[in-house]
């Protein structure tokens, strides 16, 4: 008999109109509250609500935190450098959605 282990694995699906807490953003991103707070201090995230204590994020806003994450581990970008790393990434998402739709003229 195989001797296969068995994990359990919990998730918590979030819908567009979804909207998370800075603690659950960054608990979810298993990153650092002051991470995040860095973060919106460079223009990479935008809370919907004002006041840190009560910052609401949408919840799209966790594919984004991971990304940074990534490039901060990856690369060891500070948060300037992150938030630059980014909006080079936008940038060329924008590029090649407009590329699509002029190849769809011809």
């Keep these: 008999m195989n001797d296969k282990r068995s994990e359990v694995v ?6 567009e ?4 807490t800075l603690d659950e953003l960054a608990g979810l991103c298993t990153v650092e509250r002051s991470w995040v ?5 460079q223009g990479v995230l935008e809370p919907v609500t004002a ?10 806003t ?19 450098g992150v938030a ?8 060329v998402e924008s590029l090649r959605a407009r590329l699509r739709t002029l190849e769809a003229l011809f």
Excluded: K
């Excluded at 006041?51 to 799209?60: L, N």
């Design 10 to 15: 919990a998730g918590v699906v979030l819908g």
């Design 17 to 20: 109109q979804e909207t998370v």
């Design 37 to 41: 707070v860095e973060l919106v201090e």
């Design 51 to 60: 006041g840190r204590d009560e910052w609401f994020f949408p919840a799209a």
């Design 62 to 80: 966790l594919g984004r935190v991971q990304t940074a994450a990534r490039l901060r581990r990856d690369f060891e970008l500070n948060a300037a």
């Design 84 to 91: 630059l790393a980014l909006d080079l990434l936008d940038e």
